[in-house]
């Protein structure tokens, strides 16, 4: 139904009410029992004991349930038990996080207005949002949210802010006459006041039109609930590895079992050992680690502002290779500000954003005092006085109440050295004809301390350029004459290409004998004054976050609902369209299918006047061209979109519930700069997570070849499973975790997005596992025969030397594992995390080693010490031996 277009007496005929006296109550009652109540329906959230089971649903916990049965099958109850523990570990970390990402999200909630006012009965009353149905006739003033869309056939100055909804920066002017156009967009509806937007002007009553899911708001909220969260970069990657790990550990016990009875053993024996490959394969602690990695990267990103509600979602962003960034409150601040000022052919520029009463004002480079040019200063004050708006302080901040054009003229002044208190003394009004979007200008009648009367106008240039008679020029008023009428254009198209929203401001002094009714009569005859303009300026730290973003292979582009000019400007200014680039606005976006806009999208860096359609299209078209793509925005327009991304940011102050819910990661700061810190702790998690699979697989291979050899050469196995397990778990496990704490490497954000088909074992580190592995295990293997061959009646003490020699070997091998390049690349003793984690590990080697309580279970024995020496030289060679084969590789 298109509402605006219909008149008021048809909206009451379709609705099955009357404005004078609206519904009566068993009529709301029957149809809130047809329609259902007026919110927007939510999915339902698992229990927190289906939150539980969720965290073990990934193909690695699987796997080691798997192993958990058949450790104990085979009577292996404490390898059995220490499996679960480390599966339970894993799943609690995962439940905690996200359950905090929940609770951070409930407080937070502030969507849908709690009350409204409603004529029921003919009487006006409060009454909860909810039971708003269609039909009502409700009012709303300044500061009221609006509860449902409704169709408005009264209104006085209403200006409402739809930013939520459109993008628009600047609030909309209300009408109640019906409007013309057969698919107007939300934006130009303007007889509309939709759901979930605030009134910041004036005061409008109109009918409800639509409640709940019918609502515009309920539109998106069903799209949004339609649209599948795609698997992140980093869950295919760990379903990938799982695969891989499964099928060696398969291959392995089906070699070893074929092998060992084909030498003559029993092949219950066999497959014992094959199981002990098998555990030697998979890394155990590897699910707990990630989890861990992610989740401090998340504590770092929380200090930083950034609130992560999915673990895998944090390394998505390392490979983000496009941010699809709101412009409204994303890019910009969200707060007009008054930029330039023109009078009698002179242009100033005016420093300081947002409402912020701190700034300077210049003439070219020069600056100057505003109160010295009667011209300027007559306009900020007029300016000031034809004004509806406030700014108080507020702690360290500003705040505006009010419409932030007004707002601006506001600040401006403030900044001038005018006081807004004083102005109110000095010029008393007296009368007022308030704004309306027909003449598109307001006007008061002041009386000044000497009793004389003055009409201030203030309203858009080229309405009240017709009505001047005469022109402020220099400091003189001459008459308005073609000539000053040329200028004043050439300066209005000037700051309208600057996207600068001009409002002009002229005056006429009334005579004694004057009266006037009309806004007809005090609207002629103007002296025009001169202009303000001004924009919602871009954010101070975007400029250079967009810089490096572009220096790290990431193309930004704005998605915006402003017009296409603005758009174009404020990208320009942050350096985001560059001169070949783009602008596509929304009716030739419309026109395109995804598969068209493909062809040329690559070279689009602004989206203006888009729909919430028109944003999922261009997040597929972007995802089609390979691209991993992540979607900023604040709206609830932004939401289908930011779901259907590869990762969605919501801004957390001004960010409707919607958008958080269906985001990934949350801007507490609304600072689109945070994105950037947020990709380099993204990129950094990944490569710290390269760093300790390569470590923790590495140190496996070394295992699974000492044993293998061992079975081949028809030896005894030089590792028992308990020793293995140790190992894996314990040993392996601290000196991973201080790899998940690395500092990023200084190149980190010069290095173009890795593409999101590549393995995890790319860039060389494959041939670093095997070749690595293949050391570690000669040299357990070397350390095993010799003491084995020296003591041939105690093989214990040839086991406990082989898994001393395995343990130090990893652990020399870490340092090796903090750069691709060589492991004097960077300072081995950078990671002071990993120094204590190495040093640990040693205290528990030897603990399992000489305390006489461990001995049994871990199957060891004291070593003596000349036994040492040839433990560390042969546990360092594997990370001495290839540095040059490394080197030569030259992975980045």
Same mark, same amino acid.
């Given at each position: ?412 002044? #403030? ?235 919501? #801004? ?84 991973? #975790? ?155």
């Amino acid at each position: 139904m298109k509402w605006y277009s219909l008149s008021i007496q048809e909206v009451e005929k379709i609705t099955r009410t009357r404005h004078e006296c609206g519904l009566s109550a068993s009529e709301v009652e029957n149809r809130l029992r047809e329609i259902g109540y007026n919110e927007l329906e939510e999915r339902k959230k698992p229990s927190l004991f289906l939150m539980f089971l969720e965290q073990f649903k990934d193909f690695m916990v699987l796997v080691l349930l798997i192993a958990t049965v058949i450790s104990g099958l085979l009577g292996e109850y404490l390898d059995a038990g220490a499996i679960i523990f480390i599966v339970i570990i894993n799943g609690v970390l995962g439940f905690i996080q996200e359950r905090k990402a929940e609770e951070s999200l409930q407080a937070l909630k502030e969507l849908s207005a709690p009350q409204m006012t409603v004529l029921r009965d003919e009487k006006w009353s409060l009454v909860p949002a909810r039971e708003v149905v269609t039909g009502d006739i409700v009012k709303f003033e300044s500061g009221d949210r609006v509860g449902a869309d409704t169709r408005i056939f009264h209104c006085n100055d209403l200006s409402i802010e739809e930013s939520s909804m459109t993008g628009e920066s600047v609030p909309v002017k209300k009408t109640s006459r019906p409007l013309d156009g057969s698919d107007l967009p939300i934006g130009d509806q303007e007889n509309i006041a939709f759901m979930g937007t605030m009134v910041t002007q004036g005061n409008g009553m109109g009918i409800v039109v639509a409640t709940g899911m019918k609502t515009e708001m309920g539109k998106i909220a069903d799209l949004l609930q339609t649209e599948q969260a795609l698997i992140t970069p980093l869950q295919q990657r760990l379903k990938q590895l799982g695969s891989i790990l499964i099928t060696v550990a398969l291959m392995l016990t089906a070699l070893v079992v074929m092998v060992g009875v084909w030498q003559g053993h029993g092949v219950y024996e066999m497959f014992l050992a094959g199981v002990s490959l098998a555990v030697a394969a998979i890394p155990e602690g590897l699910p707990a680690i990630v989890t861990v990695a992610l989740a401090l990267g998340v504590q770092r990103m929380i200090k930083r502002n950034a609130l992560i509600r999915k673990l895998p979602s944090v390394e998505t962003l390392g490979c983000a290779t496009v941010i699809c960034s709101d412009k409204t409150g994303t890019l910009t601040q969200n707060e007009m500000t008054v930029t330039t000022l023109w009078s009698g052919g002179e242009t100033l520029k005016v420093t300081g954003t947002g409402y912020h009463p701190r700034g300077e004002f210049y003439n070219h480079s020069q600056k100057i005092s505003v109160q010295q040019n009667h011209s300027l200063s007559q306009l900020l004050s007029c300016g000031m006085i034809c004004n509806h708006a406030s700014i108080r302080e507020k702690g360290d901040h500003f705040i505006l109440e009010g419409d932030p054009t007004e707002g601006a003229m506001v600040a401006a002044g #403030m900044k001038a050295g005018l006081s807004p208190d004083s102005l109110s003394k000095d010029f008393e009004i007296v009368k007022e004809f308030p704004f309306d979007s027909n003449r598109k200008m307001m006007s008061v009648i002041v009386k000044t301390r000497t009793g004389e009367h003055l009409i201030i106008t203030k309203g858009a240039p080229e309405v009240i350029l017709p009505c001047s008679e005469r022109i402020r020029w220099g400091n003189k008023d001459v008459l308005l004459s073609d000539k000053y009428i040329k200028q004043v254009n050439n300066k209005i198209n000037e700051l309208a290409g600057e996207a600068l929203r001009t409002i002009a401001v002229a005056i006429r002094p009334l005579k004694s004998f004057e009266t006037i009714h009309s806004s007809q009569e005090a609207e002629r005859r103007l002296t025009f004054v001169g202009m303000e303009g001004m924009i919602d300026p871009p954010r101070q730290e975007v400029k250079s976050s967009i810089e490096e973003c572009h220096a790290a292979g990431i193309k930004t582009v704005m998605i915006t609902g402003d017009h296409a000019i603005t758009a174009a400007a404020i990208a320009r200014q942050i350096n985001l369209l560059p001169a070949t680039g783009q602008v596509l606005d929304g009716n030739a976006l419309e026109k395109m299918s995804v598969e068209q806009l493909q062809e040329v999208i690559e070279n689009v860096y602004v989206f203006a006047r888009v729909s919430p359609e028109h944003k999922l299209k261009i997040v597929k078209a972007f995802q089609q061209k390979g691209h991993v793509v992540a979607m900023t925005g604040d709206g609830v327009n932004d939401a289908p979109a930011i779901k259907a991304s590869n990762i969605g940011i919501a #801004m957390g102050i001004s960010g409707t519930d919607v958008t958080k819910e269906a985001s990934s990661l949350i801007l507490r700061d609304d600072n689109f700069a945070t994105i950037k810190a947020a990709v380099k702790e993204g990129r950094n998690i990944y490569e710290n997570i390269r760093k300790f699979i390569r470590y923790l697989l590495a140190s496996n291979v070394g295992e699974i070849l000492a044993m293998l050899f061992a079975m081949l050469l028809g030896l005894p196995l030089p590792l028992v499973p308990i020793q293995i397990l140790w190992v894996n778990l314990v040993t392996d496990g601290l000196p991973a #975790m201080a790899l998940g704490l690395d500092e990023p490497e200084k190149d980190l954000m010069h290095r173009g997005p890795r593409p999101v088909e590549e393995s995890i074992f790319a860039r060389g580190l494959g041939m670093k596992v095997v070749s690595r592995g293949f050391l570690i295990g000669i040299a357990t293997m070397a350390v095993f025969i010799t003491v084995y061959q020296r003591s041939s009646s105690e093989l214990i003490m040839a086991q406990t030397a082989a898994f001393a020699t395995l343990v130090m070997a990893q652990l020399i091998h870490v340092f090796d594992c903090r750069s691709e390049q060589s492991i004097f690349h960077r300072n081995p003793l950078g990671n002071p995390y990993l120094i204590w984690s190495v040093l640990s590990s040693v205290v528990l080697l030897l603990v399992v080693i000489y305390i006489p309580l461990f001995q049994p279970i871990f199957h060891t024995t004291a070593l003596p010490f000349s036994q040492w020496l040839l433990i560390l030289g042969f546990a360092a060679l594997p990370t001495v031996l290839p540095g040059g084969f490394v080197k030569k590789s030259k992975d980045k």
